[in-house]
């Protein structure tokens, strides 16, 4: 029998810490290499 629990908090932990890695590259104010076009709707570099 399969549980899920731990497959799901490892699943949320992943996203987390993927999801911080997206934003403190994009929220840097001195990082000019990264951000966000708003009429693409995606990442540019």
């Known amino acids: 029998m399969l549980k899920a ?3 799901l908090e490892s ?3 992943t996203l987390k810490r993927d ?9 840097r104010k001195d990082n000019s290499d990264f ?4 009429h693409k709707q995606l990442i540019v570099t």
């Open 19 to 27: 999801w911080a890695i997206v934003y403190d590259m994009l929220s």
């Open 35 to 38: 951000g966000w076009d708003e």
């Open 11 to 13: 699943r949320i932990g």
């Open 5 to 7: 629990k731990p497959n």
